[in-house]
Protein backbone atom coordinates (compact mmCIF):
# COMPACT_ATOMS: atom_id res chain seq x y z
CA UNK A 1 0.00 0.00 0.00
CA UNK A 2 1.33 3.49 -0.96
CA UNK A 3 1.67 6.12 1.69
CA UNK A 4 0.95 8.54 -1.35
CA UNK A 5 -2.47 9.57 -1.84
CA UNK A 6 -4.39 12.59 -3.94
CA UNK A 7 -4.24 15.73 -1.53
CA UNK A 8 -7.67 16.57 -0.55
CA UNK A 9 -9.52 19.83 0.38
CA UNK A 10 -9.06 19.44 3.87
CA UNK A 11 -5.26 19.33 3.00
CA UNK A 12 -5.16 22.81 1.92
CA UNK A 13 -3.94 24.59 4.99
CA UNK A 14 -0.87 22.04 5.26
CA UNK A 15 -0.03 22.12 1.35
CA UNK A 16 0.26 25.84 1.86
CA UNK A 17 2.32 25.18 4.45
CA UNK A 18 4.48 23.11 2.94
CA UNK A 19 4.94 25.40 0.29
CA UNK A 20 6.08 28.40 2.22
CA UNK A 21 8.73 25.39 3.46
CA UNK A 22 9.54 24.94 -0.30
CA UNK A 23 9.23 29.05 -0.66
CA UNK A 24 11.54 29.75 2.58
CA UNK A 25 14.79 26.84 1.20
CA UNK A 26 15.14 29.22 -1.64
CA UNK A 27 15.45 32.57 0.08
CA UNK A 28 17.40 34.60 2.58
CA UNK A 29 14.92 34.58 5.16
CA UNK A 30 11.97 33.11 6.04
CA UNK A 31 8.97 34.85 4.05
CA UNK A 32 5.89 36.35 4.90
CA UNK A 33 2.89 33.82 4.97
CA UNK A 34 -0.15 36.81 4.86
CA UNK A 35 -0.62 35.12 1.27
CA UNK A 36 -1.82 32.10 2.33
CA UNK A 37 -5.20 32.88 3.52
CA UNK A 38 -5.90 34.37 0.04
CA UNK A 39 -4.72 31.43 -1.72
CA UNK A 40 -6.69 29.05 0.57
CA UNK A 41 -10.21 29.46 -1.39
CA UNK A 42 -8.83 28.55 -4.79
CA UNK A 43 -6.26 26.20 -3.78
CA UNK A 44 -9.66 23.86 -2.03
CA UNK A 45 -11.57 24.60 -5.51
CA UNK A 46 -8.27 22.91 -7.22
CA UNK A 47 -8.05 20.40 -4.59
CA UNK A 48 -11.76 19.20 -4.97
CA UNK A 49 -11.53 19.00 -8.96
CA UNK A 50 -10.25 15.99 -9.59
CA UNK A 51 -10.72 16.04 -13.21
CA UNK A 52 -9.11 19.12 -13.46
CA UNK A 53 -5.95 20.27 -14.40
CA UNK A 54 -4.36 20.62 -11.17
CA UNK A 55 -3.07 17.91 -8.92
CA UNK A 56 -1.33 17.56 -5.76
CA UNK A 57 0.31 14.26 -3.86
CA UNK A 58 1.25 13.84 -0.69
CA UNK A 59 2.09 12.11 2.58
CA UNK A 60 0.57 12.52 5.83
CA UNK A 61 2.78 13.24 8.50
CA UNK A 62 4.07 9.59 10.50
CA UNK A 63 4.35 11.56 13.87
CA UNK A 64 1.84 14.62 13.22
CA UNK A 65 -2.12 13.57 13.07
CA UNK A 66 -3.52 15.95 10.62
CA UNK A 67 -0.19 17.45 9.33
CA UNK A 68 1.42 16.58 5.68
CA UNK A 69 5.15 14.99 5.77
CA UNK A 70 5.86 15.93 1.69
CA UNK A 71 4.08 17.31 -1.15
CA UNK A 72 3.94 17.62 -4.80
CA UNK A 73 2.11 19.82 -6.98
CA UNK A 74 1.66 20.35 -10.82
CA UNK A 75 -0.22 21.70 -13.39
CA UNK A 76 -0.89 20.63 -16.79
CA UNK A 77 -0.94 22.95 -19.76
CA UNK A 78 -1.96 22.99 -23.34
CA UNK A 79 -0.02 24.09 -25.93
CA UNK A 80 -0.58 23.70 -29.61
CA UNK A 81 1.00 19.97 -30.52
CA UNK A 82 4.40 19.59 -32.35
CA UNK A 83 6.46 17.23 -33.71
CA UNK A 84 7.30 15.38 -30.29
CA UNK A 85 3.94 16.49 -28.80
CA UNK A 86 1.42 16.72 -31.02
CA UNK A 87 -1.33 17.09 -28.07
CA UNK A 88 -0.01 19.96 -26.85
CA UNK A 89 -0.01 18.99 -22.75
CA UNK A 90 3.28 19.91 -21.01
CA UNK A 91 3.34 18.96 -17.25
CA UNK A 92 4.65 21.30 -14.60
CA UNK A 93 6.03 20.70 -11.70
CA UNK A 94 6.19 22.84 -8.50
CA UNK A 95 5.63 23.22 -4.75
CA UNK A 96 7.83 19.85 -4.29
CA UNK A 97 8.92 20.19 -0.53
CA UNK A 98 8.86 17.97 2.75
CA UNK A 99 8.88 18.83 6.42
CA UNK A 100 12.07 19.53 7.42
CA UNK A 101 11.42 16.68 10.17
CA UNK A 102 10.10 13.94 7.81
CA UNK A 103 13.04 14.49 5.36
CA UNK A 104 15.78 11.69 3.39
CA UNK A 105 12.52 8.99 3.44
CA UNK A 106 11.68 8.82 -0.23
CA UNK A 107 8.33 11.01 0.41
CA UNK A 108 9.19 13.56 -2.13
CA UNK A 109 10.33 10.77 -4.45
CA UNK A 110 7.29 8.76 -4.22
CA UNK A 111 5.01 12.24 -4.54
CA UNK A 112 6.77 12.29 -8.10
CA UNK A 113 6.29 9.32 -8.98
CA UNK A 114 2.26 9.66 -8.48
CA UNK A 115 2.59 12.85 -10.21
CA UNK A 116 4.56 11.91 -13.42
CA UNK A 117 2.33 8.75 -13.44
CA UNK A 118 -0.70 11.21 -13.48
CA UNK A 119 0.88 13.32 -16.39
CA UNK A 120 1.71 10.07 -18.43
CA UNK A 121 -2.30 9.49 -18.11
CA UNK A 122 -3.40 12.89 -19.14
CA UNK A 123 -1.13 12.37 -22.36
CA UNK A 124 1.35 14.80 -21.26
CA UNK A 125 4.38 15.31 -24.05
CA UNK A 126 7.29 16.17 -21.59
CA UNK A 127 7.32 17.73 -17.97
CA UNK A 128 9.59 20.62 -17.00
CA UNK A 129 9.98 21.99 -13.61
CA UNK A 130 12.98 24.26 -11.67
CA UNK A 131 15.29 22.60 -9.69
CA UNK A 132 17.17 24.00 -6.48
CA UNK A 133 20.72 22.87 -6.32
CA UNK A 134 19.72 20.33 -3.62
CA UNK A 135 16.84 18.99 -5.47
CA UNK A 136 18.57 17.97 -9.11
CA UNK A 137 19.93 14.65 -7.74
CA UNK A 138 16.29 13.70 -7.12
CA UNK A 139 15.00 14.90 -10.38
CA UNK A 140 17.99 13.28 -12.31
CA UNK A 141 17.77 10.05 -11.34
CA UNK A 142 13.88 10.64 -12.36
CA UNK A 143 15.38 10.99 -15.66
CA UNK A 144 15.10 14.91 -15.90
CA UNK A 145 18.02 16.70 -17.62
CA UNK A 146 18.87 20.50 -17.64
CA UNK A 147 16.69 22.33 -20.15
CA UNK A 148 18.80 25.22 -22.50
CA UNK A 149 15.99 26.76 -23.62
CA UNK A 150 15.87 30.17 -22.20
CA UNK A 151 13.51 31.87 -19.61
CA UNK A 152 11.85 34.98 -19.48
CA UNK A 153 8.98 36.80 -17.15
CA UNK A 154 6.85 39.33 -16.71
CA UNK A 155 5.59 40.59 -13.57
CA UNK A 156 1.60 41.94 -13.69
Known sequence: MSLVRRAVPGDAGEVLRLRQVMIDS???APGSTEWQEASLPDLRGKLADPDGDFAAFVVDHP???GALAA???GTLEYRIGRAGNPRGLIGYVFSVATDPGARRRGYARACMAELL???R???A???MLTASADAEPLYRSLGFTRDSDPSMRLYL
Open 26 to 28: MAA
Open 63 to 65: RRP
Open 71 to 73: LVA
Open 117 to 119: EWF
Open 121 to 123: ERG
Open 125 to 127: GHV
